[in-house]
Every structure is written in C-alpha cells, then in structure tokens.
C-alpha cells in the first residue's frame, strides 16, 4: 500500500518510535495522519509540526480507542491504514506484580483488539486497508529482563497472525512490527540487558523507514534488525540448542547485573 492520499492512525504516536513513523508517513502526503496518545501535549507537538491531528487516547481503555476511530472517521469518512503501536514494559519474571501484568496485558495485547475491533470492519467494509501491530522481537525471541513483556508481546505476534489469516482474503494487509533495541526513551541504560540491546540499537528513523517499505511491499514481518530473522529461523530448526544459547545469554547478563549492584552498594557506603 503505498500511503499517499490515505488516512492514518496512529496510536502511541507521540514519542519515539510512534513520533518517528508519522513524520515518515507524513513524506508520503496523506490525506490525514490522526495522532493518538496519553501524551496529549506531546501528540499536538507532532500534528502541529506534520500537519495531523491530535487526540488523548489511552489505549487500554477500549472507550478512547472506539472514539479515536470515531474521530478519524467524522473528519476524514475512512481509515485506510491503522498502525497500533503504543507499548509498555515492566522488569522481572513472575514476582512481578498482577497489577504490571495486567497493564502490560491490557496495552500490549487488547489495545490491539479494541483498535481492530473498531477500525477493520470499517476498513473491509470500503474495499480494504492495511493494520500494523507494533510487537518486538521479543515476541519472537524472548525477554530476558521481563516475563511480562515477553509474554505479552508473543501474544501481540499471535493476533497479528490471527488478524492476517482471517481478513487477508478481504482485503486487509496486516504486518508486524518486531524491532530489537531501538534509540530512544524506552531504552534503560542503567539495566545491563538495555545496555545489551543498546549496543546493537537501530533509530526510530530506521523503524519507521522498514515500516513505510514494509506497507509498500505488503509483507507481513517487518524486521529493522536482519540478525533477529537469523535468530527466529535458527530457534524453529533448533528449539533446544537455541534455549540452551539464550539460557548461557541470562546467566552472563545476570552476572553484570550482580557486579552493577555491587558497584552500586560500594558507592552508596
């Protein structure tokens, strides 16, 4: 699908990678790029800046997502691409609180849900569209530091998938997002497993260039880091091996993680 003269949404559209993909789109001369975000004052930065429109949106609340559709549709009458991609992480394995796994549950999954829910039978209805489900590699792979994420964002690759087998025949092309570390806020240098990703980091600019492409092309994964298709065709020829590896990949991370707080507890005295 190529985007000009099309109108988009765009959820967690104000900040990183969001940000970056609609001021990308926004090269492409739509007819209207919708920027949906809790971050209502950052939202009106990007549409004052791209020519858009901002709207508050909490994504997990399937309320503000029919509405943000509803929005779209009352300035434009249609939606021709969806690109879900607002997403939140936590850190820990299952000690981590029910009440983290629910939020990361509730915008890392059923904002995915509610979002299609609202806009694809809007979009089938008109001949057709494109949805993008921002996921992460870690939903191909794994993430060490979170249990939570890691969980969720398979859950985000297996409805993308369920997505793209049930509307592909009417017209809808679906693609998933599933980048490894990225340059920006949600990045945590002081976590030795974001130091990890840092150091093979891509920018947003990058992301949203490999989504743009990935929308012309109309394939389904979308792939900004090469090295995680590597490490996804080896882990279905090699499932043991593969945890094996990523298990000997914990325990070094786990280590760095002991020297930090060590580190840290010595400067503290």
Known sequence: MELGDRVVLVTGGANGIGRAICCRIAQERPRGIVIADRDLDAAREVASEIGGIAVACDVSCEEDVKAVVERTLQEYGRIDAVIS????????????????WDRLWRVNVLAHVYLSRAAVPKMVEQGGGAFVVTASAAGLLTEIGS????VTKHGAVAFAEWLSVHYRNQGLKVACLCPAGVATNFLDLDDPIHQFLHLSSVTPEHVADCVIEALRQETFLVLPHPEVGEFFEFKTKDYDRWLHNFAHVNTRLNRLNERAAAKAQTSAE
């Open 85 to 100: 991609n607002a997403g939140v992480t936590s850190k820990g394995g299952f000690e981590t609180p029910d009440a983290d």
């Open 147 to 150: 249990a939570a994420y890691s």
